[in-house]
C-alpha cells in the first residue's frame, strides 16, 4: 500500500503529539514530588476533633530543634488557626503540617509555593516545609467547599529567630 509522503508526515507528528501528551500528564501527576495524599498521616473521626490530642488545641508544637508539628483544621469557611490569627512558626525551621477537615473537603495551598495539599475529613495529609526567610505567607483553599470557598483564606507569619518565643508554642 502506498501512503503519500505528506500523510507520513501527519501520520508521525500525530503520534509525536500523543506521546508528548501522555509524557505531560505523566509528570503532572507523579513528577517534581507531586504525590497523593497517603494514610502516612493517620485517621481522625471528624466529629470529635476536640477530644483529639493535638487537633483539640490546633497550633504550633515544638519537636526537635529547629523542628515543629503544626495542626490545623479546615472548616467552612477558615483555618483553625491560619484566619483569625496567623500560623506562626520561626524561621530556618522544618515544619510538618498535620491538616484534617472538620466539615467537608477543603485545599490547603501556601500561595506562592509548591506547597499544597487536601484537607480531608477523617483523614490526616501531612506535607514538611522548610521556611528560611521570615516572611509572612497566604493560606488559600483550592477545593470548592461552598458558598464562600472564594473568601477562605488565611496566612503564614515566618517570625525571625530573634523574636521567636517558645512561648508562642501550644505545648
Ligand atoms: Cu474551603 Cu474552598
Known amino acids: 500500500m502506498e501512503i503519500h509522503r505528506y500523510e507520513k508526515?501527519?501520520?508521525?507528528?500525530?503520534l509525536l503529539l500523543i506521546v508528548g501528551f501522555i509524557a505531560t500528564v505523566s509528570y503532572g501527576a507523579v513528577g517534581a514530588g507531586i504525590e497523593m495524599i497517603n494514610d502516612e498521616g493517620g485517621q481522625v473521626d471528624s466529629a470529635a476533633l476536640d477530644e483529639h490530642p493535638k487537633f483539640s488545641e490546633p497550633g504550633t508544637y515544638k519537636t526537635g530543634p529547629n523542628e515543629y508539628d503544626v495542626y490545623v483544621i479546615a472548616k467552612q469557611f477558615l483555618y483553625e488557626p491560619g484566619t483569625s490569627e496567623p500560623i506562626r512558626v520561626p524561621a530556618n525551621s522544618r515544619v510538618t503540617f498535620h491538616v484534617t477537615?472538620?466539615?467537608?473537603?477543603h485545599g490547603y495551598e501556601i500561595v506562592g509555593t509548591n506547597a499544597n495539599t487536601m484537607a480531608v475529613p477523617g483523614q490526616v495529609s501531612t506535607m514538611t516545609v522548610e521556611f528560611n526567610e521570615p516572611r509572612k505567607y497566604g493560606l488559600l483553599c483550592n477545593e470548592y467547599c461552598g458558598s464562600a470557598h472564594h473568601a477562605m483564606e488565611g496566612s503564614i507569619?515566618?517570625?525571625p529567630q530573634s523574636e521567636w518565643n517558645e512561648t508562642m508554642v501550644v505545648n
Do not use: F, K, M, P
Open 9 to 14: 508526515i501527519w501520520l508521525a507528528g500525530a
Open 101 to 105: 477537615s472538620a466539615d467537608v473537603i
Open 157 to 159: 507569619q515566618v517570625v
